[in-house]
């Protein structure tokens, strides 16, 4: 045979070995199953926390079908927050108790947002240290019949001045609206709202005060309208020298033809 031959023979045979040598490597990765790296998923604990099934409006009465247990993370659970580890029975205690602010469907129910299902609904809903006041209203006076439950609203006193001019007064300043006539709570239908005759605020005991003297020495009384966004303003100013008779010291207010006079020791003094 030529050396030709064999050379390309020789050269055939080493190209063929190394071709199967490759194909068996590559086999050989193929056969290899990666690895599967599980991973550990640890889940929170939970608590079940007792939340608002429905939107709950002030005034409301919780019942079981308006709450119900619903798990919760437990690194989210805060002092107010009522679990069913601490009180099992809550949905059958609370059955009946009265809505005092609003709640949305899921939101947790808080201790202070509802009163005892004895109480009286409207007492209820009063804080401690405040009292419920009536005061009458109509279209005019009561922001065209757009004054509703839980809005803000300045009262302002018009009077005549004993030179028989017309002087207008804020005497009090922004304070919430309980009720309009027996309503107290929102229209959830979106009807429109009807025009009450008297709407009931939430005042302090000075504010009450202040409010039973305009109501004697005042023309007309009026409701002013406040932005949603003055409900975190303060709430407790009043015109102070309405309660000039009520210092302590003896004094006794008296209110003629729209004028304060104050019986003091020097005598009454025109305010």
């Known amino acids: ?89 809550a949905l059958k205690d609370l059955k009946g108790a009265v809505v005092r602010l609003p709640m949305f469907e899921g939101e947790p129910i808080r201790e202070e947002k509802v009163a005892d299902a004895s109480s009286r609904i409207l007492s209820s809903l009063l804080p401690s240290g405040k009292r419920a006041v009536a005061t009458e209203i109509s279209v005019a006076t009561g922001a065209g019949g757009f004054i509703l439950p839980n809005d803000r609203v300045d009262v302002i006193m018009v009077r005549k001045s004993a030179q028989q001019q017309l002087i207008t007064e804020t005497v009090l300043s922004n304070v919430r609206v309980l009720a309009v006539d027996q309503q107290i709570e929102e229209k959830q239908d979106g009807s429109k709202a ?49 309660l000039a008779g009520d210092n302590g010291g003896g004094l006794v207010q008296v209110i003629k033809s729209g004028t304060i006079v104050t019986d003091g020791p020097t005598g009454p003094k025109p305010q």
């Open 194 to 242: 009807a025009v009450g005759a008297t709407a009931t605020l939430e005042l302090t005991p000075d504010q009450a005060k202040v409010l039973a003297v305009a109501h004697q020495m005042a023309d007309r009384l009026t409701l002013a309208l406040r932005s949603v966004a003055d409900a975190q303003q303060p709430d407790t100013t009043a015109a102070d020298y309405l």
């Open 1 to 89: 045979m030529k050396p030709a031959r064999l050379m390309i023979l020789a050269v055939a045979a080493v190209a063929a070995g190394m071709a199967g040598l490759l194909a068996m490597r590559l086999a050989g990765k193929r056969d290899i199953v990666p690895q599967q790296i599980a991973a550990v998923v640890e889940k929170e604990a939970t608590i079940n926390v007792l939340v608002a099934s429905a939107n709950l409006p002030v005034g409301s009465r919780l019942s079981e079908k308006s709450a119900h247990w619903l798990a919760w993370p437990e690194s989210g659970v805060v002092k107010g927050l009522i679990t069913q580890s601490d009180r099992p029975d």
